[in-house]
C-alpha cells in the first residue's frame, strides 16, 4: 500500500485475501479500497486493468493463471513460484493470453545497480569474466517468517535478487555449471539458510554467490541491519567493487582510463515498487513503446526460479548431519531438472 501511495500512475481499487485480518481488512476499508475473501469475487465484481499477487509463492501460479483467464496483467511477487515448472506454466499462460507478466524484481530501478549496469554494458570494464556476491544476516529465528522463507526457498528468496541482478548487469543470458552447498546450523527448515554457490552464465561469466541468513541463526533478536554484503566485478579492463568513500558506502569503478564512483544510497522497497508500478502502467497503455530495460518479465523470473530450485536440490541432496554423515532421512523429493 505504501508504494501503491507513491505511484501516480497505478490506484489500488481492491483486496483480495482469504487469511488476512479482519483489522487490517478495516484499516484497507476506511482508504476507499473493496476487500474481498476471495479472488474469483473480486474478479467478478471489479473492473481492473491487472492483478499484484503478493501472497505465498506456493499459490502465485494459480491466481496468475486465474488471473489470465479474467484478461488480467500481473504483476508478481518474486520467487515467482516455487518451481521451474509453474514459472513456466505462467509464461506459456500470459504469452497465449497476450497478457503481460512482470516479476517485482525491484532492486533493479535502484541508482547505484542501474549504474553498474551502465558501466559493464558501455564496456567501461572490458568483457566481464567473474561476479562475486555475499550476503549476510538478517531474520533472526525468533521471526516467524524466518522458517516459512526457509522452508518455501531458503535464503535464496531475499537472495534471488542478487541472481536476477546478476543477469540483469550482463543484459540476459542463461545459467549453467551450477554447484551448490549448505549449511543448517541445526534448524528444523527444509532448504538451508546458508548456500555456497558457483555457476557460469552463458558457459562464460563466472559467478560465486554466498547467501545466509546466518547472523540471525543464534539470535532472537538483531537489529535489521545487521548484516554484511559485498561484490566484485572482474572484467578484462577493470574492476567494480564495493568500497567506502568518505565514510560512504560506493560502487567504485577502476581501470587504465577511468575511475569513478557512485553511493550506495539507501531507499526502502516502496520507493522502488512504486517506480515499477509507473513503469508497469506505462508498458500497459503504450503496448507498442520500449518498455523500460529495468523491468523484469516472466522469463526473468523463470531463469531466477531455474538457478534457485537446482542450489537448493543440490543442497538437500548432499545435507549431512552432525557428525558429517548424509541424511537422507531429510531429503525432500528432489525437483525435476530444467
Known sequence: MPAFSQSPACQLVAVADAGIDLVNFEEIRNQGIATYRSLEEMLEKEQLDAVYIATLPSTHCSIALTSFEAGLHVVCEKPMATTAEEAQEMNLAAET?????????????????????????????????????????RHPSAQPRRKNLLDAAGCLDCGIHQ????????????????????????????????????????????????????????????????ARDSL????????????????????????????????VLRSSHSEE?????????FAVRYPLQAPHVSLAWGEDGLAAQIVTDEVNRQCRETRSDANGALRPETFVASLPRV
Not at 525491484?106 to 550476503?135: C, D, M, P
Not at 561469466?205 to 547467501?211: A, G, R
Not at 572482474?234 to 557512485?262: H, K, N, P, Q
Not at 515498487?273 to 502502467?281: G, K, P, R, S, T
Open 97 to 137: 493470453a497476450g497478457l503481460l507478466l512482470l516479476v517485482m524484481f525491484e532492486n533493479r530501478f535502484k541508482q547505484h545497480y542501474l549504474t553498474l549496469r551502465e558501466w559493464i554494458t558501455s564496456g567501461a570494464i572490458g568483457q566481464v569474466e567473474a561476479i562475486h556476491l555475499q550476503t549476510f544476516g
Open 232 to 263: 566484485t566485478i572482474v572484467g578484462s579492463e577493470g574492476v567494480i567493487a564495493d568500497g567506502l568513500l568518505g565514510g560512504t558506502l560506493t560502487y567504485e569503478l577502476l581501470s587504465d582510463e577511468r575511475r569513478e564512483s557512485v553511493p
Open 163 to 226: 541472481l536476477d541482478l546478476v543477469r540483469f548487469w550482463l543484459n540476459g543470458g542463461e545459467w549453467h555449471d551450477i554447484h551448490a552447498r549448505g549449511a543448517w546450523f541445526g534448524e528444523d527448515v527444509i532448504n538451508p539458510p546458508h548456500i555456497a554457490m558457483t555457476a557460469r552464465v552463458d558457459g562464460r561469466v563466472l559467478v560465486s554467490f554466498e547467501d545466509s541468513f546466518s547472523y540471525g541463526a543464534g539470535l532472537r533478536s538483531a537489529p535489521w541491519n545487521f
Open 273 to 281: 515498487i512504486a517506480c515499477v508500478l509507473n513503469e508497469f502502467a
